[in-house]
């Protein structure tokens, strides 16, 4: 038999797709809600790429209280960087929305469009992977994160003693995870 022609779908996946069976037990109700999550991860990533495309040309979007507004045109005032990876290793890596590092001072900003707040947790990983990739001391820099969601700024100054914390656990936890790859060799 020949089998229909269908290369340009491979390693695509479909909403409905076998290996995410989970939708075959929704009802109609489950599926749109499913369906309306998934369209609003798929519009974050239009958006993310759109601000990163605006940080890295420097066109700043018009003066206004939005989200997406504030944020590029903070980015750019800041001289950021957008979308940048941090890697500690293959176990533990990530890419920050915008970075910056001057003068002794780190700043992460991240760019939320869900509606469900936002956790500090995330960049704080951040903040670890950059002090671990660029070997710098929490104690030893200035730290500023940023969320920018719903129209608001949240501003943190992490404890430096709560980043060190966080460093050290990516430590020990990639070296257990090394440990069962090894085994599993």
Same mark, same amino acid.
């Given at each position: 038999m020949n089998f229909n022609d269908h290369s340009e779908l491979e390693g695509d996946h479909a909403f409905l797709s076998p290996s995410k069976y989970h939708w075959?037990?929704? @009802?109609? $109700?489950?599926l749109a809600e499913s369906y309306s999550k998934f369209m609003a991860t798929q519009k974050a990533v239009v958006i993310h790429s759109f601000a990163a495309t605006c940080i890295d040309l420097g066109q700043k979007l018009p003066k206004s209280q939005?989200? $997406?507004?504030t944020y590029v045109n903070d980015a750019i005032g800041y001289k950021m960087t957008p979308e940048q990876v941090l890697y500690y290793s293959i176990n533990c890596f990530g890419t920050a929305d915008t970075i910056s590092? /001057?003068?002794?001072?780190? /700043?992460?900003h991240d760019l939320k469009t869900g509606v469900v707040p936002a956790n500090m947790g995330q960049l704080e990983i951040y903040t670890a992977l950059f002090c671990l990739e660029y070997t710098k001391n929490p104690? @030893?820099?200035e730290i500023e994160l940023r969320l920018y969601q719903n129209n608001e700024i949240i501003f943190h100054h992490p404890d430096p003693k709560e980043i060190t914390l966080i460093v050290d656990k990516i430590i020990k936890f990639d070296?257990?995870?090394n440990q069962i790859k090894e085994r599993e060799e």
């Open positions: 075959i037990n929704y @009802d109609e $109700l489950k939005k989200t $997406l507004n590092f /001057r003068n002794g001072q780190l /700043r992460i104690n @030893d820099i070296k257990v995870i």
